[in-house]
């Protein structure tokens, strides 16, 4: 049996000629499928999901210790990408430099005499 997910975020376009549930609702997929969605925030395992009790008494979906909302994802992407913007940033100057140092010990070669018969 394919697993269940409800969906925290809306996907546009459609799956196998339906449309995506929408955010609260569930849909059946295959557990690689499933799990990639859930790993991206874009839906979570209903089982997990807990509740907590407003003060009229209605139950209120709260997120799961285990998932991450897509802000805080986003987040850590931009730094992710911000570090590897900076680590690749600093390899080339790097190279420059070892180029340029290179450069001035390198020998100048000498001229080409020039036979004079």
Known sequence: MAPLVRMRALISGSRN????PKP???IELPAEEAAQLIAQGIAEDPDAA???T???GAEKAVTPAGNKS???IREEVKEAL???AKVKEEAAKAEAEAKAAAAKEKPKAPAAK???S
Do not use: F, P, R
């Open 17 to 20: 000629g339906k449309k995506w």
């Open 50 to 52: 807990e509740t907590a």
């Open 82 to 84: 911000a570090a590897e």
């Open 114 to 116: 020039s036979k004079e």
């Open 24 to 26: 609260g609702q569930t």
């Open 54 to 56: 407003v003060a009229d």
């Open 70 to 72: 897509l802000a805080s």
